[in-house]
């Protein structure tokens, strides 16, 4: 089962296990659409931390299982799938919110989890790893981490290389903060191969 995972994942695990990271998480909702009142598919505009934090606390509801970013991930696809339909409005996204992370009988990750096995079911697990994120995201997670760009960049193959070279060219495709980029792309120009 582990021999599938896409490229990454598993230093992933270790450095977040079956939860949303920041990045991953940023990454995860920047994908996510709604339909407008045309019917034509549109990206959400995404609930912050901060802004799902105070939704949270405007309405008392105390989530206890937050799972790193996975709160923030759930809050995002009820925005995306659920509110003003059957979730009317922001007093009861904070109640899914909870719901989803607080079940009683869920697993420890089920958020992440659950993302991931959407990812199988509609073939982009390759793309959420190994191309796109892991992969790239990987690296780049190392050295946000404080790991040294010119370790991290020495001890990955070309292939993963030139593909860290495309991530970080579209880093404004991101939700990373603008002062991430030019971490990131300053890091990464010192560094050139």
């Known amino acids: 089962m582990y021999d ?5 994942m ?3 695990l270790k450095a977040y ?26 990206k959400i505009t ?25 709160y923030v991930y759930a809050a995002n696809m009820c925005k995306a799938d659920y509110l003003g339909s059957s979730v009317p409005n922001e007093q009861y ?5 909870k719901n989803v992370c607080d079940d009683p009988d869920a697993y420890d990750g089920i958020v ?16 959420l790893g190994g191309d796109d994120v892991m992969g790239g995201w990987g690296y780049i997670l190392r050295i946000l981490k404080g790991e040294s760009p010119k370790d991290v ?18 880093l404004k ?9 030019r971490r990131i792309e300053r890091e990464f120009k010192t560094v050139r191969r």
């Open 112 to 127: 992440f989890t659950r993302f991931y096995a959407d990812c199988i079911g509609s073939g982009n697990a390759y793309n």
């Open 46 to 70: 995404p609930f912050t931390k901060e802004q799902v934090d105070e939704m949270l606390k405007k309405y008392s509801v105390d989530v206890k299982k937050k799972g790193g970013y996975d």
């Open 93 to 97: 996204a904070a109640l899914y919110v």
């Open 153 to 170: 960049l020495a001890s990955m193959p070309d292939k993963d290389f030139d593909k860290v070279s495309e991530v970080v060219g579209n």
């Open 10 to 12: 598993r230093s992933y």
């Open 17 to 42: 296990g079956w939860h949303f990271s920041k990045a991953m998480c940023d990454w995860a909702v920047s994908m996510m659409e709604k339909e407008d009142g045309n019917g034509k598919k549109v």
């Open 4 to 8: 599938d995972f896409p490229s990454g």
């Open 173 to 181: 495709a991101t939700n990373l903060t603008r002062q991430q980029r």
